[in-house]
């Protein structure tokens, strides 16, 4: 959000208080988020948590884990036990094959702001420098 809070002073004498936000839906809630102050960023605020990212990486591997287990035989069992799509399956699966550090860099919170789900479930390359350039992780260790 590049739009600034502003306060203006109406021919009446009122203050008109513009502060722009972002309403989203988080399990439910709704969650204002207010990226800055009038003076600037607000240092204490709390950042959005990527609660469908982090929950996409960890049935990914807790679904990888029952493939390797030998608790399904395939992919496509593994759906119909959950009761999704089999392509859905692979999609969250592929997050697998992330990079460790991106891995890590996104469970901490401090991934580039604009990764998104959506951005993740896409294809992408399997090798881990290009996977940092394309998501753009290019300053995370190697």
Known sequence: MKTRPTITVASN?????????IIRRMRGRKQVIAPQALDGE????????????????????????ILEN????????LARNLEVDGSYVTR???LTTLAPDIVETIINGEEPNGLSLAKLTRSFPEEWSE?????????IRA
């Open 13 to 21: 004498g009122n203050l008109q208080v513009h502060i722009p936000m």
């Open 42 to 65: 607000i240092p204490e605020a709390a950042e959005p948590v990527q609660a469908a990212v982090i929950q996409a990486l960890a049935r990914a591997f807790a679904w990888a884990q």
């Open 70 to 77: 030998g608790q399904v035989k395939s992919i496509s069992e």
């Open 92 to 94: 969250i699966l592929k």
């Open 131 to 139: 996977q940092r350039s394309l998501f753009g992780f290019e300053g």
